[in-house]
């Protein structure tokens, strides 16, 4: 039978290791609500510039944009296509957002899973691997994943212009032929109860994904609507890229904080248990004890 004593030490530790699970989901709370509050500040000009960029798509000859549609030809008009023919395979960045720390339920190990399913998918190309997040570098590393660029600490201090300057990089390559498409996969966080590993494609936007519809009156664009379009473009592009990284953001402190709810659950269920288990022993001892003082009484009245 196990020691009384260790049987109180393990409560008392279980009940410690609640407490501090109970606090990690209040902050993981408190951090998703001020994520959640940067999402909803964003959307009214998030939602206007795909609403513009879709009016000038309809209303210009936009499949001839690089950034819309892929094809050597398009994306540098300086280059000859020479330079293109000595890449044999199409050259694909993946962005994959996962967090720099653990306790947070299967949300690395989803990504991780969606990258062995998109490089599987894409074994005729060239795919390379831009991970965000220390957690989830050390998970693809321990299944011998090459990882072309890693950024850890990322997520501390977020801001659009740190996201944007590693965006814009990308950007730039692409529009220098360097890098044939651009994707990243994430976590979306579509509510609080429902997240879902995806993978989206960043480079080229693709005219499907712009609703392209007129949707004003007919304006007289200076000099002209392409031109209006190719500067508008670079910045839906940024906002689509600080769009996934807030959802990635909050669907890690989401996960953090049904991980966290669950072991604070698991921890009252552990002490509840233990301390059936600690009464019952606590009885038997008494129990035990008492039987003990009867016999030593019957034995000492037989003498």
């Known amino acids: 039978m196990i020691p009384l004593r260790d049987i109180r030490k393990r409560i008392r530790s279980v009940e410690k290791i609640s407490q ?37 798509v309809a209303r210009t000859p936009a499949n001839i944009h690089p950034m819309l549609v892929s094809g050597p030809s398009l994306n540098n008009n300086n280059l000859e296509p020479e330079q293109y023919k000595k890449r044999s395979r199409p050259l694909i960045i993946a962005f994959v957002l996962g967090s720099d720390r653990g306790l947070c339920g299967s949300f690395n ?56 300057e590693l965006s814009q990089k990308f950007l730039k390559e692409y529009k220098n032929g360097k890098i044939d498409e651009l994707v990243a996969i994430y976590t979306e966080f579509r509510t609080t109860a429902k997240q879902k590993v995806t993978t989206e494609a960043l480079l080229p936007i693709g005219i499907k994904k712009i609703s392209a519809e007129p949707l004003f009156p007919t304006y007289l664009y200076e000099p002209d609507a392409f031109t209006v379009l190719d500067s508008l473009l670079p910045m839906y592009y940024d906002r689509e ?12 402190y989401m996960a953090r904080m049904i991980a966290m709810d669950m ?12 301390t059936l288990t600690y009464n ?20 000492f009245r037989a003498r």
């Open 20 to 56: 501090i699970t109970k606090a990690m989901k209040t902050v993981a709370a408190i951090r998703l609500m001020k994520v959640q509050s940067q999402v909803l500040k964003q959307k009214p000009y998030a939602t206007k510039i795909r609403e513009i960029v879709g009016d000038l």
């Open 109 to 164: 190990n989803n990504l991780v899973s969606e990258v062995q399913r998109f490089l599987g998918s894409n074994k005729n190309a060239e795919v390379k691997l831009v991970v965000i997040g220390k957690k989830l570098r050390d998970l693809l590393r321990a299944r011998d994943r090459e990882i072309f660029l890693e950024k850890i600490n990322f997520y501390h201090n977020i801001t659009f212009d740190k996201v944007t």
């Open 241 to 252: 890229v600080w769009r996934i990284f807030l959802e990635s953001v909050a669907s890690e």
């Open 280 to 299: 019952k022993a606590r009885q038997e001892s008494i129990t035990r004890e008492l039987s003990e003082i009867s016999t030593a009484a019957e034995a």
């Open 263 to 274: 072991a604070t659950i698991n921890g009252k269920e552990m002490i509840d248990e233990l």
